[in-house]
């Protein structure tokens, strides 16, 4: 079964820093892997969609990278801002059609 | 992004009644509609996947005589929670899937508390 790991847990940033979240996934078979943003007692955000045949995707501040082979993915932000603070949620995709969450990283962006 | 709407977003109900919760694709058709939980400080665990006109497929450990879930349509999916009870208080989300690269599309959850 495809299992989703997020280090780390928690970060805390000043306003302002280049930060990196992590993703690992144990089953290299994705069909895509999606990087979501949830604020306190809110749904989920898509912020990028990477399908298996690609590298990255961009998308304003936000970079995510897919690195299929060693099951990894990371979300890069640029230049932090207060408005970033949330929990990063990484999710693949199999075949079979279920999404796999990881636990998820709670950012907090310092002012 | 495509849009995904779900009523009640808050619920209190007592224990033992049963509850509905509607998931709407406003403005695509979904194949294919989806049902998590989320507990306090905990990722999203899928209960069930739903397409148009048939049976939900629940996973392992979800009762489905407890949690039934109907997809009349392409852009409609309902959960029902009956005969609630307090361990069934939770963050109920809902995602469609469509467009063309079946990008999963989630509600903004509703909050069940039963008392």
């Known amino acids: 079964k495809q299992e989703v790991t997020q280090i780390p847990a928690a970060l805390s940033v000043p306003e302002g820093e280049n930060l990196v979240l992590n993703c690992s996934f144990t089953d290299s078979a994705i069909y895509n892997l999606q990087w979501f943003r949830q604020d306190p007692g809110k749904g989920l955000t898509s912020l990028l969609l990477?399908?298996?045949?690609?590298r990255e995707q961009t998308s304003g501040r936000l970079n995510a990278s897919l690195d299929k082979s060693s099951g990894r993915s990371t979300l890069y932000i640029a230049a932090s801002q207060p408005g970033d603070s949330a929990t990063y949620l990484c999710?693949?995709?199999?075949?079979?059609?279920?999404?796999?969450f990881g636990t998820g990283t709670r950012l907090t962006v310092i002012p | 992004g495509a849009v995904v709407s779900q009523h009640p977003s808050r619920v209190i109900c007592k224990s033992g009644t049963s509850v509905k919760i509607e998931c709407r694709s406003l403005d695509f058709q979904a194949t294919t509609m989806f049902w998590y939980r989320q507990f306090p400080k905990q990722s999203l665990m899928l209960m069930a996947t739903?397409?148009?006109?048939?049976?939900?497929?629940?996973e392992q450990g979800v009762e489905k005589d407890k949690f039934l879930i109907n997809h009349a349509s392409l852009t409609l999916s309902t959960l029902t929670v009956t005969s609630a009870h307090p361990e069934d208080s939770s963050f109920y989300i809902c995602?469609?899937?469509?467009?063309?690269?079946?990008?999963?599309?989630f509600g903004p959850g509703t909050r069940l508390t039963v008392l």
């Open positions: 995602s469609a899937q469509g467009g063309p690269v079946n990008e999963q599309f």
């Open positions: 999710a693949v995709k199999t075949g079979a059609n279920n999404l796999f």
């Open positions: 990477i399908q298996s045949s690609q």
């Open positions: 739903s397409n148009e006109g048939s049976k939900a497929t629940y």
